[in-house]
């Protein structure tokens, strides 16, 4: 715990709280026992051999912290010992309340940023009719500095050839600084997913299953039934798929925004529109062109073997 305070003025909390407690005579006896026994997390500031939990608020370790995290929650404690204080070497920001102390998000211009959000959020309202609850879901946990935003068009586009162009933009193979380990890539925009197309009999041949944990409860979907019920998921999984299965996919999955149409929230980015390399078509199968040979073959054979006929 003393180690989590220094970022936060220890000092300047600790001399806030007993000068609050000493003034308002409420829980003014308590004021050497909490400089001695700093307030513990989950709330057992009062016994200082118990066991530390959890703090109270906070996310698993190795996860971002959430926007408000509760140290000290434990027993409430007089209105007097409400303070504010704030360390001038650091930009984060301490509020002692009445259930602990509340750390603000990590952010010097918190005001500012919260502005930024709300017109996004207006932004996109208006030009965005769809789900936007989850159009902007996970947006937060993306540092959007320094990366392009390239809007893909489904639309005519082969599912295969168009989740693999969106793989390598996504893991950012298209740059020269690309590393394995890092995460560079991309914002990726998908839109007109109900429009991708697909070759062969795949419409109806290709099926997507996955048990329900239930015994014999196998379930199967054909591509077809997919691309009505949901056409996001059709190429959100080409694309999952083509990635490599380590820590960062999670990560290049957030930044993977697919829409079924040609409306998105994100009208006020700086868009650019990705343009697919040229499809190289055969212009027949092999054994079609085999077939075509051996037919021109026998035309020529059989307007040939009646004149040598003749001539004899």
């Not at 050497?32 to 118990?50: I, Q, S, V, W, Y």
């Not at 989740?163 to 298209?174: E, F, L, N, R």
Request: proline letters at 6%; a positive charge.
């Amino acid at each position: 715990m003393a180690e989590f305070l220094t970022h936060f003025g220890k000092q300047q909390l600790y001399d806030a709280v007993d000068q609050r407690r000493v003034e308002g005579g409420a829980g003014a006896e308590e004021g050497r026992h909490l400089h001695r026994h700093p307030p513990r997390l989950g709330g057992h500031e009062h016994a200082p051999d118990t066991e530390r939990r959890r703090p109270t608020g906070m996310a698993r370790r190795g996860s971002p912290p959430t926007k408000r995290h509760l140290i000290g929650s434990g027993r409430p404690r007089s209105r007097s010992c409400l303070a504010a204080v704030s360390s001038s070497s650091s930009p984060y920001r301490l509020q002692l309340i009445s259930g602990g102390v509340e750390l603000l998000w990590p952010f010097p211009d918190n005001r500012q940023t919260e502005r930024k959000r709300e017109s996004i959020m207006a932004v996109a309202t208006q030009t965005f009719k769809g789900n936007l609850k989850k159009a902007l879901a996970g947006l937060r946990r993306i540092n959007l500095e320094g990366l392009r935003w390239r809007v893909f068009d489904a639309k005519g586009q082969v599912l295969g050839r168009l989740a693999s162009q969106i793989a390598t933009v996504i893991q950012g193979k298209d740059k020269p600084t690309y590393t394995p380990y890092q995460e560079d890539g991309d914002m990726c925009i998908v839109l007109n997913a109900k429009d991708v197309s697909v070759t062969g009999r795949k419409m109806t041949n290709k099926f997507y299953r996955w048990h329900t944990g239930y015994i014999g409860h196998l379930k199967e979907r054909s591509l077809k039934d997919q691309l009505v019920k949901d056409p996001t998921e059709v190429i959100r999984k080409a694309v999952l798929r083509m990635l490599p299965r380590n820590k960062l996919r999670d990560d290049r999955d957030r930044k993977l925004r697919i829409f079924v149409g040609s409306e998105h929230p994100f009208v006020d980015r700086p868009l650019e529109s990705y343009v697919m390399p040229p499809r190289k078509m055969r212009e027949m199968r092999p054994r079609a062109r085999r077939a075509l040979i051996r037919a021109q073959k026998k035309a020529e054979q059989g307007s040939t073997g009646p004149n040598h006929e003749e001539k004899n």
